[in-house]
């Protein structure tokens, strides 16, 4: 690329609505879910805290996520040029470097913001911005371990982000139910984030990139994700009459019933039915998390947090 094309990128600029389908909106639906979930499981009142809901809710989906969606887009430009050309970067709609600078200036941004609400989600947000980086940028890119990509997150999406969701009402540490729950379901979403990968396993084989269903094989890696989303959701089931909550252990036990009889079907043939799993299973999976966050909402009362 010559120097003048570097300096006529370098004055033109995205426009709002490439920088907005950079970002992806549609992906900041999870962690705002789980967010909200931190937010109920905290057991504060909304009235007391909505300016910080407000900021917590900017932190997580439009802030944090879409930083995470610029950094992938950014160190997937070459693969992206190839097999996805409208993307707004491979299509010039995002120009010159822009694309890496919108990533710069949404982890500044997230760590401002964080900054301003709370200590502990200060913390967590720092860690959020290091994943985020770390899934996609070289030289970790752990987006190609099929165990260390999903894992992340898995982590960062559903568990830090309802850590946030509880550390931002209550201003402190949340209690340990919160904490447990935060990591059982963080496990949990380790096998909805593997079923993701079934639907690019030939791609993901000529890439070199060592999803679960290619290292382990399709049938194996369904089992397992099957496994791994299951056990945690027993466990709250226990935790939760073991707290006193049987409506909630009700709940959730329902519909843990409900993804097993789902699941007979994505085994039969994962490939297949991953999609249709993610859209049913997995709907299930965030109406617990819900049940269990009303659940250990009373058992969380501030006064008995680590300040």
């Not at 900054?115 to 030289?139: D, E, M, N, R």
Request: glycine fraction near 10%; aromatic fraction near 10%; charged fraction near 10%.
């Amino acid at each position: 690329m010559s120097q003048a094309t570097d300096l006529g990128q370098l004055h033109r600029k995205p426009s709002p609505a490439a920088v907005l389908e950079l970002l992806k909106p549609i992906t900041w639906f999870p962690p705002m879910w789980a967010f909200m979930c931190g937010v109920v499981s905290s057991g504060v009142s909304l009235q007391e805290r909505w300016p910080f809901l407000l900021a917590g809710i900017v932190l997580t989906g439009p802030l944090v996520c879409g930083t995470s969606q610029a950094v992938n887009d950014w160190y997937d430009r070459h693969v992206d040029a190839i097999n996805e050309p409208n993307r707004p970067i491979p299509s010039g709609r995002i120009p010159g470097r822009w694309g890496l600078w919108i990533a710069c200036i949404g982890s500044l941004l997230s760590l401002g913001v964080a900054a301003l609400i709370g200590w502990w989600v200060f913390l967590a947000t720092i860690v959020g911005v290091i994943f985020a980086w770390a899934y996609s940028a070289p030289p970790l890119r752990l987006k190609q371990s099929g165990w260390a990509g999903p894992l992340s997150v898995a982590f960062t999406y559903e568990g830090l982000t309802w850590f946030t969701g509880a550390a931002v009402m209550v201003g402190a540490l949340p209690s340990t139910p919160i904490l447990l729950l935060v990591l059982l379901y963080s496990a949990g979403a380790f096998g909805i984030m593997t079923l993701n990968d079934f639907k690019a396993v030939e791609g993901d084989k000529q890439m070199g990139i060592a999803s679960l269903p290619v290292t382990l094989g399709v049938r194996p890696a369904a089992i397992l994700a099957c496994v791994v989303m299951a056990v945690p959701q027993a466990i709250v089931v226990a935790l939760l009459l073991q707290w006193e909550r049987p409506l909630a252990a009700a709940g959730v036990a329902a519909v843990l019933l409900g993804q097993c009889a789902l699941m007979t079907r994505l085994l039969k043939d994962p490939r297949k039915h991953a999609p249709w799993y993610n859209a049913t299973g997995t709907t299930l999976y965030v109406l617990g998390m819900l049940m269990a966050a009303i659940g250990v909402r009373a058992l969380a009362p501030v006064g008995g947090l680590i300040q």
